[in-house]
């Protein structure tokens, strides 16, 4: 597997479960789509000096730390490529205030986080609905 691959495997054990995985999942994936959408066409400059893409992105990668925080540990820890702890950590601190913003954090998360954690949410929807 070349860097920046990820082999994604879903052995569904019940139905409810694969649903609420693909729910959460789901979110996760509409959380990245809109932070895109903030974000584009932006660079740092532009980004850091918009108050409200800043609070939009914040709210977003809270979304995506609250959900993936709740995705079972057998599921995180398939799946080791995507550094699920810094996407849990940087959501509470967000979401609950923990620490200040730091916007280079924000910005290379934006671009160095998300297109791993897209491609790879999309790449196990595409196995769930293939599954079912």
Known sequence: MSTGEVEVKI????????KRLET???????AVHA???FIAGMDFVEFSADQKTIF???RSLGIMGATSKR????F???YPAMNWRRIIGIGESLTF???EVDLQTLWEITQQDLPTLKKLIE?????ISTAS
Not at 24 to 30: A, K, R, S, V
Not at 71 to 74: E, K, M, T, V, Y
Not at 123 to 127: D, F, P, Q, S
Request: proline content about 6%.
């Open 56 to 58: 939009a992105v914040e």
């Open 11 to 18: 052995t569904p054990t019940t139905a409810v479960n694969t």
């Open 71 to 74: 995705l079972p540990i057998s």
């Open 97 to 99: 205030g923990y620490l």
């Open 123 to 127: 790449t196990v929807l595409e196995e």
């Open 76 to 78: 995180l820890d398939k």
């Open 24 to 30: 959460q999942i789901q979110d996760i994936l509409e």
């Open 35 to 37: 932070t895109e959408a």
